[in-house]
């Protein structure tokens, strides 16, 4: 499974971006997606997660700002962004979970990563 995410850039405090993740590959076998990022000097966080099934969990800092979806018929995930803060600011990794290949958790499959700044 190979996951490419595009859709980040530089934005000020309050706007909005969209990030996307394709997936490509085996994805058959694909269960839980989700979005992390990692801040300067920090550890890589969960932002929000999907399961195979729609349910939706979000970081609290971001509930409420953050909308995540997948189309599991075009194997693609969308971190949708509003009123973006400048502590939103990171790299931001899209992550696959395939529970039939032990892939899990952090050893699932990993995006490259999309720089998202919010300057205030």
């Known amino acids: 499974v190979q996951l490419q995410a595009s859709g980040g850039g530089l934005v000020q405090a309050g706007g909005f971006l969209r990030l996307f993740c394709v997936a490509s590959?085996?994805?058959?076998?694909?269960?839980?997606m989700a979005w992390f990022r990692q801040a300067p000097g920090k550890q890589r966080e969960l932002v929000a997660r999907?399961?195979?099934?729609?349910?939706?969990h979000y970081k609290d800092s971001v509930k409420g700002r953050f909308t995540i979806s997948r189309d599991n018929a075009k194997n693609t995930l969308t971190l949708q962004m509003n009123n973006l803060k400048p502590e939103d600011t990171g790299v931001y990794y899209c992550?696959?979970?395939?529970?039939?290949?032990?892939?899990?958790?952090?050893?699932?499959?990993w995006g490259q990563g999309t720089q998202v700044t919010v300057s205030s």
């Open positions: 992550n696959a979970d395939d529970p039939s290949q032990l892939r899990i958790g952090p050893h699932g499959y």
């Open positions: 590959g085996n994805t058959g076998s694909i269960d839980d």
């Open positions: 999907v399961t195979g099934d729609g349910s939706t």
